[in-house]
């Protein structure tokens, strides 16, 4: 049984990942942990626990945790990350870090875009991108995952078929995604506050999503050369859930039919990517670890959607099954 600690339990991330653990057959929660006041009993923290779990939400403990747990789900907000993972993995457990702080392999790149002092170098020198539908092997027994983001889960899922045959041009690819409110995670702000997202939809981020970096690296690694991607996020007046529209310019001509044999023949096997012949909707994919994708040609270009819960793909789940991988377990635990 592997024992999970669940790091960051109340927001959100947090939350969806003890929901899951919980209904894990091979892995146990052993220790929650938050912020002071944002400690007390799980079910009183999240109503949807209440008589499912008796744990308590506290503040870490270095002492307790060591020796308690077998692997640290790190919740945190990039940035405050860095400043735990090198704690965890010194006190022995095997880390899948949520955040953005071991996932852009150039420290410089890192810096400009989240505007901080990378802390640990020595780590994201051996953190391993957790994605597993492409870079499984290199999951397997690993200390470090760093859990990829919502938004490059889906759009590099929706790419990477094309990218790896050579089939596509690569500086001009365009990623287009909506993404539900909980991406923003459980604290206010004035954008995201009710009033100004009901019955809402606006671009953010314009030019300079932090995400965008992320997907160029992955993309770059899988098609083996530099890739341009432009990304515009936006957001819209829904919980959970991301929809990419993904459009790239083909090298040569290329039928729906080939298509959709490329995404099968690629996918084959992949328990949580399903391949369509319509575009997928979010609410096809709410509350599951699957990504549904769709590819089609239009107008001499091909165009690509994805969905993915951004909680669930796009955070806890696809941290579960990178925990399944680290720890040679059946993959869908959890997570079917
Ligand atoms: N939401 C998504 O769809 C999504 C998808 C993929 C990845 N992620 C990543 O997952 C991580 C968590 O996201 P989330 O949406 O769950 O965020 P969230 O709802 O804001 O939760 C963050 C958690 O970290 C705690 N925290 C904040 N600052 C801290 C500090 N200095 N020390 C200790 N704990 C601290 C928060 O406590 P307080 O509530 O007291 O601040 C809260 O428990 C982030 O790195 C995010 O980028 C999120």
Not at 75 to 82: N, R, W
Not at 154 to 170: F, V, Y
Not at 294 to 307: D, Q
Request: glycine share 10%; net charge neutral.
């Amino acid at each position: 049984m592997v024992r999970v600690a669940i790091i960051g339990a109340s927001g959100y991330t947090g939350a969806e990942s003890i929901r899951i653990i919980l209904r894990h057959s091979e892995a146990k929660l052993v220790y929650l942990t938050a912020l002071p006041q944002e400690c007390g009993a799980v079910r009183d923290v999240f109503g949807q626990f209440k008589g499912r779990c008796d744990l308590q939400i506290e503040p870490l403990d270095f002492d307790k945790l060591s020796g308690l747990a077998d692997v640290a789900l790190c919740c945190l907000p990039h940035k405050v990350s860095m400043g735990f993972v090198p704690k965890f993995l010194a006190a022995g457990l095997k880390v899948i870090d949520f955040s953005a702080d071991y996932r852009l392999k150039d420290i410089s790149v890192y810096e400009k875009f989240y505007e901080v002092k990378h802390t640990d170098a020595v780590n994201l020198g051996r953190a391993v991108y957790g994605l597993p539908e492409l870079f499984r092997e290199d999951i397997k027994g690993k200390d470090l995952i760093a859990n990829p983001g919502c938004y490059p889960t889906g759009a590099l899922l929706a790419i990477a078929p094309l990218l790896k045959e050579g089939l596509i041009e690569t500086d001009s690819i365009i990623v287009n995604a909506v993404t539900g409110v909980s991406g923003a995670g459980r604290n206010p702000s004035s954008k995201f506050h009710f009033p100004n997202m009901n019955e809402n939809l606006f671009a953010y981020g314009v030019g300079s999503h932090r995400h965008m970096p992320e997907m160029e690296q992955i993309a770059g690694e899988i098609a083996d050369s530099n890739v341009q991607i432009l990304f515009q996020p936006h957001a819209g007046p829904f919980d959970r859930g991301i929809l990419s529209t993904v459009y790239c310019q083909p090298k040569g001509k290329i039928s729906n039919e080939k298509l959709l044999k490329l995404y099968n023949d690629f996918y084959a096997g992949e328990h949580f990517v399903q391949i369509r012949s319509d575009a997928p909707t979010v609410k096809d994919v709410a509350g599951t670890n699957y990504c549904h994708i769709f590819a089609t040609r239009a107008k001499g270009r091909i165009i690509i959607f994805s969905a993915i819960d951004n909680l669930v793909k796009g955070a806890s789940g696809q941290a579960v099954q990178n925990m399944n991988i680290v720890f040679g377990l059946e993959e869908t635990l959890g997570l079917k």
